[in-house]
Nanobody, 122 residues
Framework: QVQLVESGGGLVQAGDSPRLSCAAS????????MGWFRQAPGKEREFVAA????????YYADSVKGRFTIYRMNAKKTVYLQMNSLKPEDTAVYYC???????????????WGQGTQVTVSS
C-alpha cells in the first residue's frame, strides 16, 4: 500500500511559478510510475504529466507542455510538479497518483492523494 500526500497549492497570480510536491509513504514509491492529474469544477479529472519509475521518461498533456515539469527524487520518496507561467485556466485541484507503469488515463493509476487546490487569479 502506498499513501500519497500533495502540498504546495494555494492562491497564486497568473504568471507565477509554484511547485507542487507529492510525498509517498508505505511501500517505496521508487518502483512506481507517478502522475499528476487535475480536476476543475464541473469537469472530469484530466492527465497533466507522468514520469517513469526511474525518472528517465516523462509525459505531458499538450496544455502544459513547455510550462510544467515533472521530476522525482526517489531518495526522498517525493515527486514534484514545477508549474511555470500559470494561467487562470490552470485552476483546479491537483492530484498525484501512482501506477505500475506511466499512463495517460485515470483508470491506469492505483494510488491517489487527496489533492491540493491551485487557484490562479488574473
Amino acid at each position: 500500500q502506498v499513501q500519497l500526500v500533495e502540498s504546495g497549492g494555494g492562491l497564486v497570480q497568473a504568471g507565477d511559478s509554484p511547485r507542487l510536491s507529492c510525498a509517498a509513504s508505505g511501500r517505496t514509491c521508487s518502483t512506481y510510475a507517478m502522475g499528476w492529474f487535475r480536476q476543475a469544477p464541473g469537469k472530469e479529472r484530466e492527465f497533466v504529466a507522468a514520469i517513469s519509475w526511474g525518472g528517465g521518461n516523462t509525459y505531458y498533456a499538450d496544455s502544459v507542455k513547455g510550462r510544467f515539469t515533472i521530476y522525482r527524487m526517489n531518495a526522498k520518496k517525493t515527486v514534484y510538479l514545477q508549474m511555470n507561467s500559470l494561467k487562470p485556466e490552470d485552476t483546479a485541484v491537483y492530484y498525484c497518483a501512482g501506477a505500475n507503469r506511466a499512463g495517460w488515463g485515470v483508470d491506469e493509476y492505483d494510488y491517489w492523494g487527496q489533492g491540493t487546490q491551485v487557484t490562479v487569479s488574473s
